[in-house]
Antibody
Framework: EVQLVESGGGLIQPGGSLRLSCAAS????????MSWVRQAPGKGLEWVSL???????YYADSVKGRFTISRDNSKNTLYLQMNSLRAEDTAVYYC???????????????WGQGTMVTVSS | DIQMTQSPSTLSAFVGDRVTITCRAS??????LAWYQQKPGKAPKLLIY???SLESGVPSRFSGSGSGTEFTLTISSLQPDDFATYYC?????????FGQGTKVEIK
């Protein structure tokens, strides 16, 4: 079965760090575009970061310089390292597989169940 | 950055109604647009990609149209399972901007 399973969320103080993991099954992470999308409580969806199959990475301005997307091909797992966390980073974080690629991105056909990150003192 | 604007924000309709949601891009995105459905507490589900292509397994009552800067999602006959929030997303650029969402409620 093709699926994504996130983990690593939790309660963290402002300024702290957290690493989210997204384990994939049924397909190979490194041959796909993979992204992170977040959703603050009661709000809409916000694209956070993207990694191409060639390893190129992209970030939303709101997280640039603080978050790092990466993958471990041997574990078929995607990561999001989040540093200098702020209250406004509080959200459910989803990892997604992007397919049907356009010029620079793709439509997300597979989504994980999401992991909640709460930044609060 | 490309901005995406959906309308309406909320829509009230009866089962069986034909429903249309509009999404406008701040600049041309060709046909690089997706539509998603999200139910409370669940991850979004891809319905339509490349503006008008139906994702596998999605009922044919869902359809998408448009190109350039204006797009629509149509549900031909609203079913009880369709009450949810719908989002458009452009993927012409790497920063896949989403619209703010349209909540479809029971009238």
């Amino acid at each position: 079965e093709v699926q994504l399973v996130e983990s690593g969320g939790g309660l963290i103080q402002p300024g702290g760090s957290l690493r989210l993991s997204c384990a994939a099954s049924g397909f190979i992470v490194s041959t796909n575009y993979m992204s992170w999308v977040r959703q603050a409580p009661g709000k809409g969806l916000e694209w956070v970061s993207l990694i191409y199959s060639d390893g190129s990475t992209y970030y939303a301005d709101s997280v640039k310089g603080r978050f790092t997307i990466s993958r471990d091909n041997s574990k078929n797992t995607l990561y999001l390292q989040m540093n200098s966390l702020r209250a406004e980073d509080t959200a459910v974080y989803y990892c997604t597989r992007e397919r049907y690629s356009g010029p620079q991105g793709g439509a997300s056909d597979i989504w994980g169940q999401g992991t909640m990150v709460t930044v609060s003192s | 950055d490309i901005q995406m604007t959906q309308s309406p924000s909320t829509l009230s309709a009866f089962v069986g109604d034909r429903v249309t949601i509009t999404c406008r891009a701040s600049q041309s995105i060709s046909s690089w647009l997706a539509w998603y459905q999200q139910k409370p507490g669940k991850a979004p589900k891809l319905l339509i990609y490349k503006a008008s292509s139906l994702e596998s397994g999605v009922p044919s009552r869902f359809s998408g149209s448009g190109s350039g800067t204006e797009f629509t999602l149509t549900i031909s006959s609203l079913q009880p399972d369709d009450f949810a929030t719908y989002y458009c997303q452009q993927y012409n650029s790497y920063s896949g901007t989403f619209g703010q969402g349209t909540k479809v409620e029971i009238k």
